[in-house]
């Protein structure tokens, strides 16, 4: 008569073993799926994303072309998790900004820095030359749908925060960080149609940065309760 024990036994190891080369499998996936995603983002940001080719990144992460088209069917696709690792990383940073014990004032305006260094890193990868931003512009289109609702949540944060400690007076903060979130993207979009859309043009993008924290400046003097 067989014995329930060893049965049990059995299949424990034999579901064990499922589940270590799942985590494994699993594991390795992800490598190789940051790996590609990081091999890409250092070739869009040195040749734009109309210059690159699927051929380019198979051979900087050493793969077949094939073997790339198993992890992302289109250059469309390594360019969209491209842009959300770089989202990511935004949101990351901006969160440490968050929890920092300093001023209200001091995290808009590092919440500000952070988002101009997030435009200068994406427009790097796409080098909106005209050529290649009708491609890659409902990629953005579609993926800052969703981004919005983060950052207007990062400032909405900061302001709440600013106006509970007194440092701020504002009657509608939600709005405020509406506003303040819309206007940015504004001076954003008016910096991306310059000559030819392109923006590394050095002098338009000193502009852009220096017109963005008088921005943040004013508004700042605006709602900081006098002293």
Avoid at 110 to 130: A, I
Avoid at 143 to 157: K, N
Avoid at 163 to 176: C, S, Y
Wanted: contains cysteine.
């Amino acid at each position: 008569m067989d014995d329930p024990k060893v049965d049990f036994v059995s299949f424990f190891d034999y579901f064990t073993n499922i589940v270590e080369r799942t985590v494994v499998d699993e594991k390795l996936t992800r490598d190789k799926v940051d790996g590609i995603v990081h091999a890409a983002q250092r070739r869009f940001a040195s040749f734009g994303y109309s210059k690159v080719t699927m051929d380019e990144i198979a051979e900087d992460v050493g793969m077949a072309k094939a073997s790339l088209y198993y992890y992302f069917p289109t250059k469309e696709a390594i360019f969209r998790s491209v842009v959300q690792y770089e989202q990511q990383e935004f949101l990351t940073q901006a969160n440490g900004v968050l929890q920092q014990k300093s001023a209200a004032d001091l995290k808009l305006l590092e919440y500000v820095r952070l988002r101009l260094k997030l435009t200068q890193r994406l427009n790097n990868l796409s080098h909106f030359h005209q050529q290649g931003w009708h491609e890659i512009k409902p990629i953005f289109n579609d993926l800052f749908a969703t981004f919005v609702e983060h950052e207007i949540r990062c400032v909405l944060h900061i302001l709440q925060e600013g106006k509970k400690t007194g440092e701020f007076q504002l009657e509608h903060p939600q709005k405020t960080a509406s506003m303040i979130l819309h206007v940015l993207q504004g001076l954003r979009m008016r910096f991306l149609r310059g000559e030819d859309q392109q923006a590394g043009n050095e002098p338009d993008r000193l502009l852009f940065e220096q017109e963005t924290l008088h921005f943040t400046s004013t508004v700042l003097h605006g709602i900081c309760k006098c002293k």
